[in-house]
């Protein structure tokens, strides 16, 4: 996942540019410290191992729903557990996480859908209703209805 680069600088000095995306920290971090505390809510606790897991099957979840490198995928999700785990996972399948709040209107969500380009959204079960209307208005505006 990580994409690395060893510049010459003018002065013939060695420079490591590094190019990757924030899902690497995590798996660098898991590796490292796998055993450590990563996330808390009350009495949950998640260690790094756990996490990087929990991210990956997020990750392969994606994909196999079609998610490419690219793809923007919409978030609806409180402040729980699950958006880290779900916003890692994006960023392991290579998409571009699109997090909007949860109390958006349908009408509002279909904005941030349509001008972001999302291809697929995740939404928690109190947005699932506005998100299904958000998709069924965007469908009935491309249809010219």
Known sequence: MTVAADARSSTGTSEENVMGNLAQNLLDTAAEQGRRPALRMGDTVLTYDQFGVSAGRVAAGLEA???TPGDRVGMLLPDTLSF?????????????VVPMNPLLKAREIHYHLRDSGARLV??????????AEAAVYGAALCSGQ
């Open 65 to 67: 729903r079609g998610v």
């Open 84 to 96: 880290p785990i779900l916003f890692y996972g994006a960023l392991m399948a290579g998409a571009v």
């Open 122 to 131: 995740v939404a928690a079960q109190a947005s699932a209703q506005a998100a």
